[in-house]
């Protein structure tokens, strides 16, 4: 079965520090990873996303590391905010028929100031 | 830029009752999703549309149909409310299959 997993459920950290969020996956056929950023109450928004070509993807705070060999990705977002207070969803897909989108259970991160 | 809008907001019906959701999209994208949130946990696919006279299973599809009216807009009904599927309803549009989605604020299902 196609999986998408992420670790932690939940993260704290305090403001001004480097938040890592991890994600894994089982499919090799996977080559598309976006992270969606949902707040309480409303839908995901696209974040950031990077496909299986590449190690690295970043954008401003945001940062995708990508390991297709171990199949891990992690995002990094550096001098976190309150406002980065949201829950993180890395989904995985691959191209043509395949690309139906599979999400991870996400992580709730919580910026303390 | 668009927006994707979802009627109504909150959704309270009584167990057996058939129950339906609605999205309207305006960046006139050609593929729609409808997701299933359950609290804290991932989003599963329900149903999906291609094109305007597509209509596809997804991975939750049961106790569920769908229709595409036009290009613009994708419905959701549950066709018999369980309170097993109290969850937040996602509908999702892309300018083709594969391509960045875009979610809409979603319909919270309560059942009684």
């Known amino acids: 079965q196609q999986q998408v997993r992420q670790s932690p459920q939940s993260l704290t950290v305090w403001e001004g520090e480097t938040a890592i969020l991890n994600c894994s996956y089982e499919d090799s056929t996977f080559n598309y990873f976006p992270w969606y950023q949902q707040f309480p109450g409303e839908g995901p928004a696209l974040l950031i996303s990077?496909?299986?070509?590449?190690d690295k993807k970043e954008d401003g705070r945001f940062t995708i590391f990508f390991n297709k060999r171990e199949k891990k990705l992690s995002l990094h977002i550096t001098d976190s905010q309150p406002g980065d207070s949201a829950t993180y969803f890395c989904?995985?897909?691959?191209?043509?028929?395949?690309?139906?989108?599979?999400f991870g259970e996400g992580t709730k991160l919580t910026v303390s100031s | 830029g668009g927006i994707i809008t979802q009627t109504p907001k909150f959704l309270i019906g009584q167990e057996g009752q058939k129950l339906t959701l609605k999205c309207q999209q305006n960046f006139n994208h050609d593929t729609m999703y409808w997701y299933r949130q359950d609290s804290g946990k991932g989003l599963r696919l329900i149903y999906y549309s291609i094109t305007e006279n597509d209509l596809q299973k997804g991975d939750l599809s049961e106790g569920y149909d769908a229709s595409r009216e036009k290009k613009s807009s994708f419905s959701l009904t549950v066709t018999s409310a369980q309170k097993n599927e109290m969850a937040v309803f996602l509908c999702?549009?892309?300018?083709?299959?594969?391509?960045?989605?875009?979610f809409g604020p979603g319909t919270r299902l309560t059942v009684l």
């Open positions: 989904a995985a897909s691959g191209r043509g028929g395949s690309a139906k989108l599979i």
């Open positions: 990077i496909s299986s070509v590449s």
């Open positions: 999702a549009s892309s300018i083709n299959w594969g391509y960045e989605q875009y």
